[in-house]
C-alpha cells in the first residue's frame, strides 16, 4: 500500500508540476499578446495605423 501511494502522490506532483508550468506559459503569453492586441485596436479610434502613439 505504501508503494501505491507514494506513486500516486509522486503522479499528483507530476500534474501539479505540469499545471503549474502552463500556467506560467499562459501568463506568458498573455503579458505579451495583450498590449500587442492593445496596439492593434487603439491606433483604428486614434484616427490611423501610421501613427505610432495616438497620445498626441
Known amino acids: 500500500m505504501a ?3 507514494a506513486g500516486l502522490a509522486n ?3 507530476q500534474v ?3 499545471v ?3 500556467l506560467g506559459v ?3 503569453v498573455a503579458v505579451v499578446v495583450v ?3 492593445f496596439r492593434r485596436t487603439k ?3 486614434g484616427g490611423g495605423s501610421s501613427q505610432g502613439s495616438p497620445l498626441r
Open 3 to 5: 508503494d501505491l501511494l
Open 26 to 28: 499562459l501568463a506568458m
Open 35 to 37: 498590449p500587442l492586441v
Open 20 to 22: 503549474v508550468l502552463a
Open 43 to 45: 491606433p483604428k479610434t
Open 11 to 13: 503522479w499528483w506532483l
Open 16 to 18: 501539479l508540476m505540469v
